[in-house]
């Protein structure tokens, strides 16, 4: 396609890319930091995403293309996106190119810092504290694992800033390798390619959490559901330790057949959740007549 020419069904899917990060920053999923990112259905070695604040994204403008292979900036990106020349050092999008690198069949990615979730990788194991603790869960399976960026520094040079960003290739990598380990493996990547990971979603120690799925609404979806299920084992744990009870969660058969029968979104709950974030009237989509909820 012609760097020039527009594309009616990719303005179609950048108009829902822009309302994904309306709903959700609506849904405490996003606050001034996180992203979603979509693979680009018309050429699949980019795609798009971006570095705005969500409340603040409202057209092409204030997005962004990049290439999978190596997180560099497209050139000529597609028309009405912004032009990058480079990667800033503080960027996180390799946590995004090296997924689509990894994992063919992913389609959209998402990385939030979302405050109810993250203290579920605080702790020194593989696998984070969150359970499945209802039906809406059961996609999370028991204990997801925990990217511990620390055991990526010593191969990094010493000038490299530990804060944590996943800001090279090489730590990208790393994070993405989590979504296919088990907990005795090591932290080395593979370079077998797998079309979609084993894992939903990965925390990450003291940052936050990825996830992914194969559409920008079950993207968000999961992102959505990741936070309300944090929500629910906090209130649940602080209940149990007024008490002698046990919290019981999601069985491992009960996790799989919830994940294989409901925890994917419909277009009722993706027409809802965009007339929600259109109603506040906190966001602006300049895109909404190609959005598949105009």
């Known amino acids: 396609m012609a760097p020039d020419k527009v594309d009616h069904s990719l303005d179609h899917v950048l108009s829902d890319l ?11 999923v996003f606050d001034e930091h996180g992203q979603i990112s979509v693979r680009n259905p018309q050429d699949p070695t980019t795609f798009f995403t971006s570095n705005t604040p969500a ?7 204030d997005l962004s293309q990049w290439h999978v292979a190596d997180c560099s900036p497209v050139a000529s990106p597609y028309p009405g996106c912004e032009i990058n020349q480079e990667l800033s050092s ?4 390799y946590a995004h190119s090296s997924m689509y690198h990894m ?21 020194n194991s593989w696998g984070s504290m969150l359970q499945p603790s209802y039906l809406m869960a059961g996609f999370i399976g028991t204990s997801p694992p925990i990217f511990d960026i620390a055991r990526c520094y010593d191969n990094l040079p010493d000038s490299h800033p530990k804060n944590l960003l996943i800001n090279t290739a090489y ?3 790393e994070l993405a390798a989590r ?18 990971p ?6 990450m120690r003291g940052h936050g959490y990825t996830t992914w799925a194969e559409s ?9 559901h990741i936070r309300r299920d944090a929500d629910i084992q906090t209130a649940a744990m602080a209940q149990r330790d007024a008490t002698e009870l046990e919290v019981v969660y999601l069985s491992e058969q009960e996790a799989k057949d919830c994940e294989r029968t409901t925890n994917f979104a419909d277009q009722k709950q993706w027409l809802a959740w965009t007339a929600q974030a259109d109603r506040s009237g906190m966001y602006r989509n300049e895109m909404r007549s190609l959005s598949s909820a105009g």
């Open 18 to 28: 822009i309302t994904a990060f309306h709903i959700l920053h609506q849904h405490e």
């Open 55 to 61: 409340i603040l994204v409202s057209s092409k403008s």
């Open 90 to 93: 503080t960027t996180e999008l």
């Open 103 to 123: 994992y063919p069949g992913v389609q959209s990615i998402i990385h939030a810092h979302c405050l109810s979730a993250i203290v579920y990788g605080l702790c």
């Open 171 to 173: 730590i990208g990598h």
């Open 179 to 196: 979504f296919c380990k088990s907990p005795d493996e090591e932290m080395e990547p593979s370079d077998t390619p797998t079309d979609l």
């Open 198 to 203: 084993e894992q939903k979603v990965v925390f």
């Open 216 to 224: 920008i609404e079950d993207t968000v979806w999961r992102a959505i």
